[in-house]
């Protein structure tokens, strides 16, 4: 992810998205577009998402400075949710971010997505994140304590709640 090296993101947002997270919504993702997995991590990511058959652009670069792809598709550093899901409604492209559930009851995010094409997708279980700490991965036996979401803008899905199986 852009910003680990400049640390302006905070150490709890080193947890990486698993391949299966991307699996299982591969089918609701329009294989024309190209995608820009806009937060670098560990670049394992947008690797999967090109494994899986999409054209990808994902480099370690500044999302905050950037405009790429067609459609934007990431796990965005949870410290930085309110100024990332801005840059988003400011790019007015077409996303898919993975966040906690808590995001939906935030004043903010409520102000923001108001009138907007905002749907959401709820997976059958928790995603488990691979952690990363001090540029190692890290043990965590696969228990995430937390739920989350994710967060769709103008990706016209057929439903404003989509239930994973």
Not at 34 to 46: A, L, Q
Not at 142 to 161: A, G, Q
């Amino acid at each position: 992810m852009a910003g680990y090296e400049t640390s302006i993101f905070s150490n709890h947002d080193d947890y990486m998205t698993p391949k299966s997270a991307w699996e299982n919504i591969q089918h609701l993702i329009p294989k024309d577009k190209e995608i820009w997995e806009c937060f670098y991590g560990d670049g394992k990511s947008g690797e999967y998402l090109q494994e899986l058959g999409f054209k990808v652009i994902h480099e370690n670069i500044d999302f905050f400075n950037n405009n790429k792809g067609d459609i934007i598709i990431s796990n965005p550093p949870f410290s930085k949710k309110k100024e990332v899901f801005t840059r988003l409604i400011e790019l007015n492209k077409p996303f898919i971010m993975i966040s906690s559930q808590q995001l939906i009851f935030t004043k903010y995010f409520k102000n923001l997505m108001k009138g907007q094409n905002f749907q959401i997708i709820i997976p059958s279980r928790r995603i488990q994140f691979i952690k990363i700490s001090n540029g190692e991965y890290v043990d965590t036996g696969n228990r995430c304590n937390f739920d989350c979401l994710y967060f769709c803008y103008k990706m016209n899905l057929d439903n404003d709640i989509t239930w994973l199986e």
